[in-house]
């Protein structure tokens, strides 16, 4: 049996989107003082007073048509007012009644449908008294509200509460919440009408034609499905407009809110590029809300497909992202409708996938084969010996490891764990989750059954809370959440494909391995190594020298360097005062280079003043006329000459002797 309908109607830009907030008590619909934000016909269950119906948002009135999706809005207001038991009129208390509402106000009276005339924007005292003019439209009396302070609303829901007719509550077994998202114009309203085999939503060429989360409800097979309808959604720089800011964060609540989610992309394109930086990015946001995934490769009908053609690009999209393997793979086609009820049944069994119990003894022979085959291999840190391994968690699937040591697991084996598990209990599209211990308590699988039924009491081991106590507590808590983490922790912006910065070179591999490998990881970084170093080997070979006492030598090297050309202005004036005094003293065809000649005391006769240092000494002490006397030993560095006597006189003599 349907609910029954409440449809709130009116001309654009009155407040509609705002009252149907209002009314839900959160933030469902998009709302904007521009005009035209709502198009499309926007579902929400609500109850009030013990009756169960539909509030349905709807786009404003305009009485001419411009467009063709102009034309699809008004096609859909009348679908809404067809199916409507109660329709709320809204006006604009501040504008009062125009030629526009009074069009708007004969084409519902014509459908004899139950009115009530609602005058918005009614907060003050005299708004609501100038709302008397409202009579003119033919709907009975007034009733004054504001959807910003919520003035009036509980009345107004009291009063169209009694005119619905009863209905039982909405069975709430089997249901399945199923999502479409994707990039802008990937053909998710077009998939969504082929469903349900109608124009539910407005379609368009145009990409940004969706802004809500439309929600729609249909059977299938004795399933209650519910479909939701997104936005496109776009890279956050590019994005700038407001309304489209706003689309985008009801398309990631939209992610919330499901079961299991399918991510469209477009068949086009050069092959192993179907999946682009923006898809993989969504593909990261459902796997870390721990929701079902399955991949559309839509428009199959604009290829020239063989019987190869969809095994060679999955392959290939594999290969660059080989984080999504266990992802199911459709080729569809939304708008001739090949294989899109099959999309359905994959998603009925991706959510079955997510909440089922694997079996103490499966699991326990999947632990076996696994380990058996290929044991952890030995690390520069030590063994890490995986003991035991159980299923700790449902909603999605969860598998615990006892390990001697975590912190030393490497991701290349959790890939290795996570890619048999999904072959071994053929979890398709589920984001399994791996975890490693060094001791846990395990869980039985009547323990995990009651969780499924909700008795969730005695089972806080591996809540938030308890994790993070856990991660403040034990230094030994390795955890590998979901297979594209360790991209998004260094993703802050949103733009897949940026790279880390780097840390120590030494580190450089290790590191390297940890960002490409794709798992979630919080493995702990590899210690230096410590010891002795490495003793020369037997065949006289020098002993192999690590990167960090390599780039130790190199730092310290460079600060000498830095170091020796740190001098002051002062201190480089001297030095090249004295290299300019050396290379005029030096003999002829001699570098000015070369170190300076010892000091004369040895060779001097002994004998107090006989020395050239003592003559040195004496000088600098003071002698009459303030010259220093030449020295016998030429070449002396230490000597400042600052007469042009003293230089002539250290002169060589030449030719004959004059005195």
């Not at 598998?399 to 398709?428: I, Q």
Request: net charge positive.
């Amino acid at each position: 049996m349907s609910l029954p309908c409440v449809v709130i109607a009116g001309r654009p830009n009155v407040g509609k989107s705002s009252l149907f907030n209002r009314m839900l008590g959160r933030m469902a619909a998009v709302v904007s003082d521009r005009e035209g934000v709502t198009r499309d016909r926007h579902y929400q269950e609500r109850e009030h007073d013990g009756k169960r119906f539909n509030l349905v948002d709807t786009g404003g009135f305009m009485p001419r048509v411009e467009g063709v999706i102009d034309e699809q809005v008004r096609n859909q207001i009348g679908a809404a007012l067809d199916e409507a038991d109660v329709v709320l009129f809204v006006i604009d208390g501040r504008a009062g009644v125009t030629a526009q509402d009074q069009e708007f106000a004969r084409m519902v009276l014509r459908r004899k449908r139950p009115v009530i005339l609602v005058v918005n924007k009614a907060e003050k005292p005299e708004t609501a008294r100038e709302a008397v003019e409202a009579w003119s439209l033919g709907m009975g009396e007034p009733f004054p509200v504001s959807a910003i302070s919520g003035f009036g609303i509980r009345d107004l829901m009291d009063r169209f509460a009694a005119m619905l007719p009863s209905s039982a509550p909405a069975p709430r077994e089997n249901v399945l919440r199923l999502a479409v998202l994707g990039r802008p114009n990937a053909g998710k309203s077009t998939l969504v009408n082929a469903l349900l085999g109608e124009n539910r939503v407005i379609t368009s060429e145009k990409a940004g034609t969706t802004r809500d989360a439309i929600d729609t409800e249909f059977n299938y097979n004795g399933c209650r499905v519910v479909l939701t309808d997104t936005a496109g959604l776009r890279k956050k720089a590019r994005v700038s407009d407001e309304v489209e800011k706003f689309s985008n964060l009801r398309a990631l609540e939209a992610i919330r809110r499901s079961d299991v989610c399918l991510l469209l992309i477009e068949a086009t394109g050069e092959m192993g590029e179907q999946l682009g930086e923006q898809d993989y990015r969504i593909c990261q946001k459902i796997q870390e809300a721990g929701k079902g995934l399955i991949i559309g490769v839509n428009k199959w009908d604009l290829i020239d497909a063989t019987d190869k053609t969809y095994d060679h690009m999955v392959k290939e999209i594999l290969r660059v992202n080989n984080e999504l393997e266990g992802v199911p793979f459709l080729a569809i086609s939304a708008l001739t409708g090949k294989r899109v009820n099959r999309m359905v049944d994959m998603a009925l069994e991706v959510r079955d996938n997510l909440s089922r119990i694997l079996g103490r003894d499966n699991v326990i022979r999947y632990f076996e084969q696994t380990v058996e085959n290929y044991p952890h291999p030995m690390t520069s840190q030590g063994p890490a010996r995986l003991m035991r391994c159980c299923q700790v968690m449902v909603d999605p699937v969860a598998l615990a490891f006892e390990v001697s040591h975590p912190e030393r697991v490497m991701p290349s084996y959790v890939r290795y764990l996570r890619r048999k598990a999904y072959e071994f209990f053929d979890l398709k599209g589920v984001p399994l989750r791996i975890w490693f211990r060094s001791r846990f308590q395990l869980r039985t699988d009547e323990e995990l059954a009651g969780y499924v039924s909700g008795v969730r009491a005695d089972f806080s081991e591996w809540d938030e809370a308890d994790e993070a106590d856990l991660a403040l507590t034990a230094p030994d808590v390795y955890e590998a959440e979901s297979p594209v983490n360790a991209q998004a922790a260094f993703d802050d912006e949103g733009e897949v494909g940026d790279e880390p910065e780097s840390g120590e070179e030494g580190d450089e591999d290790f590191a390297e391995d940890v960002l490409t490998a794709g798992e979630g990881t919080t493995h702990a970084p590899r210690p230096p190594r410590k010891g002795p170093a490495k003793a020369r080997a037997s065949d006289g070979r020098k002993p192999a020298v690590s990167k960090k006492s390599l780039i130790a030598k190199k730092a310290a090297s460079a600060a000498k360097k830095a170091q020796a050309l740190k001098k002051s202005p002062v201190e480089k004036r001297t030095a090249a005062a004295r290299q300019k005094a050396a290379a005029k003293k030096a003999p002829f065809g001699k570098s000015a280079a070369k170190p300076a000649a010892k000091p004369a005391a040895k060779s001097a006769p002994k004998g107090p003043g006989k020395s050239a240092g003592a003559a040195a000494g004496r000088n600098a002490a003071g002698t009459p006329g303030g010259k220093k006397p030449a020295s016998k030993k030429s070449g002396t560095l230490g000597v400042t000459r600052t007469s042009t006597q003293t230089r002539s006189a250290k002169r060589p003599k030449m030719g004959f002797d004059r005195s």
